[in-house]
């Protein structure tokens, strides 16, 4: 459905459209238009400068353009005189190889001409903490077990309810807010979709989410791991290929009501896991989360290996229910738009290899993993993922080899910044060496 952004503007009265993109670092960039420009932006886009932003470009550059998608258009339900619109880069005439919603979409038409359509749901979970980021926001949050807390979660109500309440206004079908494993952590959850309305929709929901807590005096952070000794924000994905009205990983005679097709799918996802957890867990910080020590609530609850297994948390894969699996890698961080575009590269790959993903484990991971010699380790760090990914020339030549490039460019450089510095903790272990 495409909406005429002009006309909307007259009958929604919207005053300002902000043209949002999502950079490769998973930061999304704005530009404020009256309704009056937006007609033009919608032919010629806005510009940017993109060297200014996290994509690989340089100053002298030629200006990139946002070409704003009209059928994303939100009203944004703190502020309706604005409406939010997903943007497509463009720089000479051309698609910017490089832009992440780029990235998603030329997978996803190439799974169209294959037939198939992927589904997914995120599970995005945040904490409220201070303004200052220091601490959690609730100082009486401080059960040891404080997963689906009642009493914390109701002190959270007037956050929480503003969230799920735009969301039902939105059409998004929310369906549960809890709150999670770590002190101050909130889970929503709302209805899966085509993978690309789900990507613009986990773009928007963490700009909501941040700004709504704004207004109540409070912060939303998605860092992976924003506390030691607490469960960090993992985003885990729930998938399926369609076709039409037809789910194609659904199948009642297959292993735990998955087709064979879903299970080639799911070979590929863990066949090339090592290469994608880059995107999937971009950060420095990405790897304090999925390599932790048990939390204080007794686990981690993200994995450390590349396993899948039935009904049972413990695993990188879960098979849940029939006709579809959740892989629970990525974590707060994750580029909306490259955790689905992940997922889909290997799990095309995996189809068009006819892989095998072995049997499943039917173990806990966290208690008796170690009792396996061959299960593969996820990276320690982010250097280490990036050497992975710079390797998996099949992935990079599905998300696009200049993509790849100028990922693992721009990550190397956030590392090495992150190597250079020098750490309280170096400093208390080192100087007296
Ligand atoms: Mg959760």
Redesign the pocket.
Same mark, same amino acid.
């Given at each position: 459905m495409t909406t005429d952004l002009e006309l909307a503007a007259q009958e929604r009265g919207i005053k300002y459209f902000l043209v949002s993109f999502t950079d490769l670092f998973g930061a999304q960039r704005a530009k404020l238009v009256p309704a009056a420009a937006i007609g033009e932006m919608v032919r010629a886009g806005a510009g940017f400068a993109g060297f200014a932003t996290w994509l690989d470009m340089t100053p002298a550059d030629s200006d990139m353009f946002a070409r704003p998608d009209p059928a994303t258009l939100i009203q944004l339900p703190w502020k309706p005189e604005v409406g939010w619109v997903a943007a497509d880069l463009w720089m000479d005439g051309k698609p910017v190889e490089q832009g992440p919603r780029n990235v998603l979409k030329r997978l996803i038409a190439t799974a169209a001409a294959q037939g198939y359509e992927m589904k997914s749901g995120v /599970?995005c /979970?945040y904490f409220l903490i201070t303004p200052d980021g220091t601490a959690i926001s609730d100082a009486a949050d401080h059960q040891a077990k404080p997963c689906y807390d009642q009493q914390a979660l109701m002190r959270r109500y007037d956050v929480i309810a503003e969230i799920c309440d735009a969301m039902l206004a939105l059409g998004w079908k929310p369906y549960q807010n809890d709150h /999670?494993?770590a002190n101050g952590q909130f889970?929503m959850n709302w209805e899966y979709d085509s993978a690309l309305i789900t990507a613009d929709r986990h773009a928007f929901f963490k700009f909501m989410a941040k700004s709504i807590a704004e207004k109540h005096g409070l912060r939303a952070t998605f860092m992976p791991k924003p506390f030691a000794h607490l469960t960090g924000n993992?985003c885990?994905a729930h998938v399926s290929l369609w076709r039409g009205e037809k789910n194609l990983f659904h199948d009642e005679a297959g292993e735990l009501g998955l087709s064979a097709l879903a299970y080639n799918f799911l070979g590929g996802i863990l066949n090339h896991a090592e290469g994608f957890v880059a995107l999937t867990n971009p950060t420095v910080n990405s790897y304090k989360r999925i390599n932790a020590p048990a939390t204080r609530s007794g686990a981690t609850?993200s994995p450390n290996t590349i396993s899948y297994t039935g009904n049972n948390r413990t695993h990188m894969v879960r098979i849940p229910d029939a006709g579809r699996f959740e892989i629970r890698l990525a974590d707060g961080a994750v580029n909306p738009y490259l955790l689905q575009a992940a997922y889909l590269a290997a799990g095309l790959d995996g189809i068009a290899s006819s892989t095998d993903p072995g049997k499943r484990l039917d173990i806990n991971m966290y208690e008796d993993g170690h009792t396996l010699k061959d299960v593969r380790k996820l990276p320690l760090n982010l250097l280490d993922a990036l050497r992975a990914f710079d390797k998996a020339d099949a992935l990079k030549a599905a998300l696009g080899t200049g993509f790849a490039a100028s990922y693992v460019k721009l990550k190397t450089a956030e590392w090495n910044a992150y190597s250079g510095a020098i750490s309280d903790w170096e400093r208390a272990a080192t100087l007296d060496c």
């Amino acid at each position: 459905m495409t909406t005429d952004l002009e006309l909307a503007a007259q009958e929604r009265g919207i005053k300002y459209f902000l043209v949002s993109f999502t950079d490769l670092f998973g930061a999304q960039r704005a530009k404020l238009v009256p309704a009056a420009a937006i007609g033009e932006m919608v032919r010629a886009g806005a510009g940017f400068a993109g060297f200014a932003t996290w994509l690989d470009m340089t100053p002298a550059d030629s200006d990139m353009f946002a070409r704003p998608d009209p059928a994303t258009l939100i009203q944004l339900p703190w502020k309706p005189e604005v409406g939010w619109v997903a943007a497509d880069l463009w720089m000479d005439g051309k698609p910017v190889e490089q832009g992440p919603r780029n990235v998603l979409k030329r997978l996803i038409a190439t799974a169209a001409a294959q037939g198939y359509e992927m589904k997914s749901g995120v /599970e995005c /979970e945040y904490f409220l903490i201070t303004p200052d980021g220091t601490a959690i926001s609730d100082a009486a949050d401080h059960q040891a077990k404080p997963c689906y807390d009642q009493q914390a979660l109701m002190r959270r109500y007037d956050v929480i309810a503003e969230i799920c309440d735009a969301m039902l206004a939105l059409g998004w079908k929310p369906y549960q807010n809890d709150h /999670e494993d770590a002190n101050g952590q909130f889970e929503m959850n709302w209805e899966y979709d085509s993978a690309l309305i789900t990507a613009d929709r986990h773009a928007f929901f963490k700009f909501m989410a941040k700004s709504i807590a704004e207004k109540h005096g409070l912060r939303a952070t998605f860092m992976p791991k924003p506390f030691a000794h607490l469960t960090g924000n993992g985003c885990h994905a729930h998938v399926s290929l369609w076709r039409g009205e037809k789910n194609l990983f659904h199948d009642e005679a297959g292993e735990l009501g998955l087709s064979a097709l879903a299970y080639n799918f799911l070979g590929g996802i863990l066949n090339h896991a090592e290469g994608f957890v880059a995107l999937t867990n971009p950060t420095v910080n990405s790897y304090k989360r999925i390599n932790a020590p048990a939390t204080r609530s007794g686990a981690t609850w993200s994995p450390n290996t590349i396993s899948y297994t039935g009904n049972n948390r413990t695993h990188m894969v879960r098979i849940p229910d029939a006709g579809r699996f959740e892989i629970r890698l990525a974590d707060g961080a994750v580029n909306p738009y490259l955790l689905q575009a992940a997922y889909l590269a290997a799990g095309l790959d995996g189809i068009a290899s006819s892989t095998d993903p072995g049997k499943r484990l039917d173990i806990n991971m966290y208690e008796d993993g170690h009792t396996l010699k061959d299960v593969r380790k996820l990276p320690l760090n982010l250097l280490d993922a990036l050497r992975a990914f710079d390797k998996a020339d099949a992935l990079k030549a599905a998300l696009g080899t200049g993509f790849a490039a100028s990922y693992v460019k721009l990550k190397t450089a956030e590392w090495n910044a992150y190597s250079g510095a020098i750490s309280d903790w170096e400093r208390a272990a080192t100087l007296d060496c």
